[in-house]
């Protein structure tokens, strides 16, 4: 099983992270982030084994404790 994970920024300071749906096909997935990508937002492949590309670009650059980090400096 695989999802797109959306980045985008709607004027706040954190960005805002969407988990699509779950898809049975990798290639479904890749389909709808390249879809996705075209359209301006930042987005990558996810399977339930955890992140299959590194597609993104800008804040997180695929990087995982990217988002942990935000979410930490946020409560602060």
Not at 19 to 44: D, F, I, M, N, V
């Amino acid at each position: 099983m695989y999802r797109v994970v959306t980045k985008y920024r709607n004027g706040s300071t954190r960005p805002v992270v969407e988990r699509g749906p779950w898809h049975a096909s990798r290639k479904s997935a890749e389909e709808w982030a390249e879809t996705l990508r075209a359209h301006g937002y930042t987005a990558h492949v996810e399977s339930q084994n955890g992140l299959i590309d590194a597609g993104l670009t800008g804040s997180g650059g695929g990087n995982d404790n990217a988002d942990l980090m935000n979410a930490l400096a946020s409560m602060a």
